[in-house]
């Protein structure tokens, strides 16, 4: 390869877990207000802007010490941020006593997964439904808790679409191999390939799972990532919300 003449001069480093190696800038924000609330005594020795101060006074005023243990849900000062968040994206009011807080979304995608999955030794074959291609952090988890991956195959054709049909061709194959489907994940938008589900594809989702008795995760981590032109990202939450499907015996 050395002699091999290549189609171009030079490689350029991309790594999606490490921004801040190809130089990306730190949000000065999140920064500030965490150097506050570790150390606020800083607020006497330096000059930080008014939104940085009253949000780090906010959360500190909600918790006895920043050395102290908090809820193992998370601080109730930033789930209620979230709620109401939610309420805004939505336009359905959230419950701080339903959001959990955890160290980035892989961890909350681990103690997701490690509460459905039960382990051989129970007796069970468990299995997740996971696209294809996916982010590997599913495929990955599922190993670690000895659970069974089961691949449904985005349709490339029609945009890296997920069709209902895809999803029961995969549940009729984990059946044959007595694999129990305990919980199906999607990600929208899409990663990698970036996709938008509409919310007619949203819908037919949630009631194939609500037939199927299987636990909807919703990766939408990448929500203010569009890139596909006029397209927009609905929540599985809200659509959830507006057909009701919170209610019910499977739900």
């Given at each position: 390869l050395k002699d091999k003449k290549l189609p171009f001069d030079s490689v350029i480093s991309c790594n999606i877990g490490n921004p801040h190696a190809l130089q990306q800038k730190s949000?000065?924000?999140?920064?500030?207000?965490?150097?506050?609330?570790?150390?606020?005594?800083?607020?006497?020795?330096?000059?930080?802007?008014?939104?940085?101060?009253?949000?780090?006074?906010?959360?500190?005023?909600?918790?006895?010490?920043?050395?102290?243990?908090?809820?193992?849900?998370?601080?109730?000062?930033?789930?209620?941020?979230?709620?109401?968040?939610?309420?805004?994206?939505?336009?359905?009011?959230?419950?701080?006593?339903?959001i959990f807080l955890t160290n980035g979304a892989s961890e909350g995608?681990?103690?997701?997964?490690?509460?459905?999955?039960?382990?051989?030794?129970?007796?069970?074959?468990d299995g997740v439904l996971t696209p294809i291609p996916q982010y590997p952090l599913y495929s990955a988890l599922t190993t670690l808790l000895q659970g069974n991956l089961i691949p449904y195959y985005l349709d490339e054709?029609?945009?890296?679409?997920?069709?209902?049909?895809?999803?029961?061709?995969?549940?009729?194959?984990?059946?044959?191999?007595?694999?129990?489907?305990?919980?199906?994940?999607?990600?929208?938008?899409?990663?990698?390939t970036g996709q938008i589900l509409n919310k007619k594809s949203i819908q037919d989702i949630i009631s194939w799972c609500i037939k199927e008795n299987i636990l909807l995760m919703a990766d939408e981590v990448y929500q203010e990532n569009i890139w596909k032109r006029n397209a927009e990202f609905i929540s599985f939450r809200k659509v959830a919300y507006e057909m009701d499907a919170f209610n019910g015996p499977n739900a």
């Open positions: 949000l000065s924000f999140i920064r500030d207000v965490l150097s506050l609330v570790l150390n606020p005594s800083l607020a006497d020795r330096a000059t930080f802007p008014d939104d940085v101060t009253a949000r780090a006074k906010k959360y500190l005023s909600s918790i006895p010490d920043i050395g102290a243990y908090s809820e193992s849900q998370g601080i109730l000062a930033v789930r209620e941020e979230v709620s109401q968040f939610l309420d805004k994206r939505d336009g359905i009011p959230g419950d701080p006593t339903n995608v681990r103690l997701c997964m490690q509460t459905v999955l039960r382990t051989p030794d129970s007796g069970f074959r054709s029609r945009g890296w679409e997920c069709t209902v049909d895809s999803l029961a061709a995969a549940l009729v194959d984990s059946e044959k191999n007595n694999i129990t489907a305990r919980a199906l994940v999607i990600i929208n938008p899409g990663n990698p």
